[in-house]
């Protein structure tokens, strides 16, 4: 079982123009508790902000799966909330559910057909209820290394 925190780093960029503009970037990890999590964020985005930054925020994230992709075009994150449907075998009534998954694709329809991909060989049948994308920069799950993600 996993324990996602969405944990938002805020920091100063430089913009195109020679401009810094205080930004906020959200960021999805694994861990076991939001001290670990504050952690995790800090070692893993040290080397890639100069300057001084703040973890502004963090706050549990539900989601029951996570879908990586392994193409460099696949830089999204789409929030998936997948409705379950299951027969009641004493009432034979329908019963649905719903749950919360993070896919990682290019664009929405990308996104779709990772998630149907992801789902295959699943005993319920379901339903693709929204898929919107998310801000999340990047997801670290737990035990990775930067920029290693697990196979699926």
Not at 28 to 40: H, Q
Not at 49 to 54: M, N, R
Not at 87 to 103: R, Y
Not at 140 to 151: H, I, L, V
Request: hydrophobic share 35%; glycine share 4%; proline share 3%.
């Amino acid at each position: 079982m996993h324990n996602w925190f969405e944990c938002k780093v805020r920091y100063e960029k430089m913009a195109e123009n020679g401009i810094a503009k205080k930004v906020t970037e959200p960021y999805l990890f694994d861990a076991l508790s939001f001290t670990e999590a504050e952690a995790r964020i800090i070692e893993e985005i040290s080397p890639y902000i100069t300057g001084e930054f703040t973890v502004s925020d963090i706050k549990r994230a539900k989601y029951s799966e996570i879908f990586f992709a392994e193409e460099e075009s696949a830089d999204r994150w789409f929030k998936c909330k997948v409705t379950f449907i299951t027969l009641d075998e004493k009432s034979g009534a329908e019963k649905k559910s719903s749950t919360n998954m993070l896919v990682q694709a290019s664009d929405l329809r990308d996104a779709v057909k990772k998630l149907d991909k992801g789902m295959e060989g699943g005993m319920a049948d379901y339903q693709i209820s929204s898929v919107a994308e998310t801000p999340l920069m990047d997801v670290y799950p737990y035990g990775s290394e930067a920029n290693d993600k697990p196979e699926v």
